[in-house]
């Protein structure tokens, strides 16, 4: 066994690299080729990390192993014949191209990729870059139609995005919590109505059921807010749907009943929750769309990125950093009357004139903490952030997780706030109010395992309810099922149309059989049998991740009890906007100040070849 060989699977031994990667490298390079073996692994690896490409000059560090094991990334180092030009190593290679012809890496402008984030950032960037682009001749109506439904405020940055999406193909609007994106998208796609030859098909879908649901019960009460006639309101979508749904996603296949050789049929697409949009499911989106589709994309683009590889939103955003072009602040100011000022500053691109910044929130007033704290923490002062948790805010608890003690009052408060919801089961409750009393209240955790994780709190969670006689669990081990268990899907299942987040919770049904009760995007509720579930967890507590595209009214993070990389601000800020009135932080202040200093970073090419 080669040096490389023998030092990459003590790379696997030690969880740094998966052994999929290990593969991959073997699969790419012989043991004549320790450099080609080290990029594959390291490439394959990064992207099983969130990272869409490696830019060459990380090979100086390893990023991968050098914060963990320095010495290893030294000796990986060493046997790949350092120092090495790795640009000269990798062009040698036939697995390595520059994209124009399917090879398994792609190289190119100093970034290595595998082909797939390639082809896949590669779309994006040739969709996105169209967005500059406006969709037809200019329309003598859009500024009274703007005026009508805006009102003529001096500074109304709503009114600006909607201007904005009138006047581009592809769109981007972002704010953060009760910045007033539905309500803008609400009066922009009622502009579009009446500016519109015909009918309009319009669709809403965002990246989760949960997110969906919020969608289609916010946008609707935005609506009745607006004069429109009966014709108009008929044009308005029902519900949103998911992204899987809208695609047409089929089980255990990454296939898609829609793509580039059967598009949807819309004329305009809205997609909430962009920040949770990941770049392959941006890919296939993209793909799936008709040649003259409208697409407006919402969302805040500091939450977290998605789950899996890139950070689509965030980086589209970067762009908007230096305002709007010269010509474009004075065409926006001429559709809404209000004094834009643009900036000339030709190395940003042009897509930040596509791009929209919602900054004003009007759902946190100056008394909020919880508004307060999500500003501080966005913008990493930490020295703020204690001032805000020692401020007395009314809407913000803070439990120092220093102890026993500490640990113990964590689960009484949980047991406590989810014991109203499982009362209402016990009194018999319909359905849709014990689902409505339940999402009122959520724990939020950054970690999977161990006693501060989503599996060790939902079996401690549980333990408590049992013993406080809240619950009844059976007593084989075997049957996890009781009347009040909350689950949540983990896997898609187009058949009973569940999808990965959505969350139903088991109660008797009409003839006293335990069914599991999920609320639909249309305000429905279906219910199935706990054995045709697909893959799902009980969901005390989920992580952050999976609580992005939900609001609750009162919103508990906690952390655990020593920092680890996966604790940044992102993560952070997405828990506390979570919360609407209430929010309960479980954390020990020292690891929770450096969460908020560390920044999450996902590598790829798009800003900066958005920027071009």
């Known amino acids: 066994m080669t040096i490389m060989r023998a030092l990459l699977r003590q790379a696997v031994e030690k969880h740094l690299i998966r052994p999929l990667d290990l593969h991959f490298a073997l699969l790419l390079a012989d043991d004549a080729h320790p450099a080609l073996m080290l990029a594959a692994a390291c490439v394959s690896a990064e992207a099983g990390e969130g990272h869409v490409c490696l830019p060459l000059d990380s090979f100086n560090d390893i990023p991968i192993f050098a914060g963990r094991h320095p010495e290893l990334a030294s000796a990986l180092r060493q046997a790949a014949g350092a120092p090495v030009d790795w640009s000269e190593i990798l062009v040698k290679s036939p697995a390595v191209g520059d994209g124009s012809s399917p090879t398994p890496l792609v190289l190119t402008q100093h970034r290595l990729y595998l082909h797939r984030m390639w082809c896949s950032e590669e779309q994006v960037v040739r969709f996105i870059t169209g967005a500059n682009a406006t969709v037809a ?30 006047t581009r193909q592809v769109s981007v609007i972002s704010g953060g919590p009760g910045t007033g994106k539905t309500t803008t998208v609400a009066k922009l796609l009622a502009a579009l109505i009446r ?49 899987h749904r809208l695609l047409g996603a089929q089980i255990n296949s990454q296939h898609m009943r829609y793509h580039a050789g059967n598009p949807l049929h819309l004329d305009v697409l809205v997609v909430d929750e962009a920040s949770m949009v990941d770049l392959p499911m941006m890919s296939r989106l993209i793909a799936a769309l008709p040649g003259h589709a409208r697409v407006i994309f919402l969302g805040d683009r500091d ?37 834009i000022t643009g900036q000339d500053n030709k190395s940003t691109g042009k897509v930040r004139d596509s791009i929209c910044l919602l900054r004003k929130s009007y759902r946190f007033t100056a008394t909020s903490g919880i508004g ?26 803070q439990v120092k997780l220093n102890n026993s003690d500490m640990y113990q009052t964590l689960l009484d408060d ?12 016990h009194h018999g409750a319909p359905p849709s109010e014990v689902m409505a009393v339940f999402g009122r209240y959520q724990l939020l955790c950054a970690l999977r395992d161990g006693p501060f994780g989503v599996t060790g709190l939902n079996e401690r969670i549980e333990h408590m309810l049992t013993k406080k006689r809240l619950i009844q669990r059976s007593p084989a081990q075997s049957n996890k099922w009781y ?18 987040g959505d969350i139903g919770i088991a109660m008797a049904d009409n003839a006293g059989m335990l069914k599991v009760f999920f609320p639909l995007p249309d305000g429905s ?14 969901a005390y507590a989920m992580t952050v991740h999976k ?39 479980y954390a020990d202040p020292q690891v929770f100040a450096q969460a908020v200093m560390m920044r999450t970073q996902r590598r790829s090419g798009l800003a900066e070849r958005l920027m071009q």
Not at 483 to 500: E, K, Q, Y
């Open 414 to 425: 949980c047991a406590a706030c989810y014991g109203e919801y499982l009362q209402r089961i």
């Open 372 to 397: 307060q704290l999500a500003q501080a923490v966005n913008a990493g002062d930490v020295k703020k952030v204690n001032v805000v948790l020692n401020s007395g805010f009314a809407d913000i608890a």
């Open 483 to 500: 009347p009040g268990r909350p689950v949540m899907i983990a896997r898609n299942d187009s058949t009973l149309g569940l999808f990965n």
């Open 137 to 166: 001749a200019e329309d003598p109506r859009r500024r009274e139609v703007l005026d009508t439904l805006f009102g003529q405020q001096p500074d109304d940055w709503q009114k600006i995005a909607a201007a904005v999406a009138i």
């Open 547 to 585: 609580s992005q595209g939900s609001e609750f009214a009162h919103t508990a993070l906690v952390l655990p009890n020593h920092f680890l990389p996966v604790l940044t601000r992102e993560l952070v800020y997405t828990a506390i906007t979570r919360a609407r009135q209430q929010l309960t932080l």
């Open 525 to 538: 509720i279906k219910a199935v049998q706990p054995s045709r579930l697909p893959l799902h967890e009980t």
């Open 195 to 243: 500016l519109a030859a015909g009918r309009l098909r319009i669709q809403l879908a965002a990246p989760t059921g949960k997110a969906a649901a919020r969608l289609t019960g916010s946008l609707g009460l935005a609506i009745q807010n607006l004069a429109l006639d009966e014709a108009e309101k008929a044009q308005f979508p029902m519900e949103a749907t998911t992204l």
């Open 303 to 339: 939450q977290l990125a998605s789950v899996e590889a890139g950070a689509v939103l965030g980086d589209i955003c970067r762009c908007a950093e230096a305002g709007y072009s010269v010509a474009r602040a004075a065409e926006l100011s001429q559709l809404t009357g209000c004094q």
